[in-house]
């Protein structure tokens, strides 16, 4: 059970977190690149390149023409959580020598009572990176949706505690499928609406809502508009199967469902963050030398083509 007084409480918290402004250390001159006003940051999430050395990676980001990266620490990630003391220094200086920040972190993150969290955030936060991405929300469907987003709800508010003490921002990446908290959006806003964006937000993923919403899409970024603090972009189709049913795929960037004029009410929406590109479709290639030749290429041309989106 939820302690109605301690939520109440907490809430009142939060909103009151927003009338206090920049006077908790974070100055404007102070904030990292994805904070600064009128700023969209032309990023890639380096799932695909988790076998190259750091200084190798930074090297590739620079190639590719991405300004930061949405870097993985979590199980099966580029860092392990329980190497992130070792080694998550050691990653920001081979990235940042090369001119590369870490935008955001992706985590497997729920709550600040998992073991690995505040050993996770806090070393991120002594490193000066101020993002991550929270792992997912499944619902049971066999149960009652409410009280499940009640207790997301909690769990979210006292990671958004954690985050204020650390100056840094979670962000929930919307994902489609049948039992995801946040594939239709609305359920997400309900969750995070009484909790300061400057602490916890929206990873808004265009690709994800265009597969939930064909046509509904603009009317679900308008209402979490407020709370987006970092976009994920890759670019769906549907596909008719040969057993006649359809199913949704990823494309290159400009080949697929992505309406241009979305980065235009980004821009109108005041948005200032991190826009990180996901890679979740086969390049093709017969040999392993081949396909890493055609992703860094794939990669390079999204980044160009996301690039001429955000102007």
């Known amino acids: 059970m939820i302690d109605s007084s301690r939520e109440v409480g907490r809430r009142e918290f939060l909103k009151g977190v927003s009338t206090i402004g920049l006077g908790l250390g974070l100055s404007r001159s102070s904030l990292p690149a994805q904070e600064k006003p009128n700023r969209i940051v032309v990023g890639g999430f380096t799932k695909n390149l988790q076998d190259l050395a750091f200084e190798e990676l930074a090297t590739k980001s620079v190639e590719i023409g991405w300004e930061g990266i949405e870097f993985p620490v ?166 008719k199967t040969t057993s006649g049913s359809w199913k949704s795929e990823w494309v290159s960037l400009g080949e697929g469902m992505i309406d241009p004029n979305f980065f235009q009410m980004v821009r109108e929406s005041g948005f200032s963050g991190p826009a990180t590109i996901h890679y979740e479709y086969d390049v093709g290639g017969s040999t392993p030398e081949e396909k890493r030749m055609n992703l860094l290429r794939t990669m390079k041309a999204d980044s160009d083509q996301l690039k001429a989106w955000v102007g």
């Open 74 to 239: 979590r199980p099966k990630g580029h860092i392990l959580p329980n190497n992130v003391k070792e080694q998550l220094p050691e990653a920001c200086e081979a990235l940042r020598s090369n001119g590369i920040e870490i935008l955001l972190l992706a985590t497997n993150i729920h709550s600040p009572a998992e073991e690995e969290t505040e050993s996770i955030l806090r070393t991120a936060s002594s490193l000066g990176i101020r993002m991550y991405r929270l792992g997912y929300f499944k619902y049971n469907l066999q149960e009652s949706l409410d009280p499940q987003i009640d207790e997301i709800r909690s769990q979210l508010m006292d990671l958004a505690d954690l985050n204020r003490e650390l100056e840094m921002c979670g962000v929930i990446q919307n994902h489609s499928g049948a039992n995801f908290f946040g594939a239709p959006l609305w359920d997400a806003y309900e969750a995070i609406k009484e909790i300061d964006p400057k602490w916890l937000g929206i990873h808004f993923d265009i690709g994800h809502a265009l597969v939930e919403g064909g046509k509904s899409w603009a009317l679900n970024f308008h209402r979490v508009k407020d709370h987006v603090r970092a976009l994920a972009v890759k670019d769906p189709v549907w596909k």
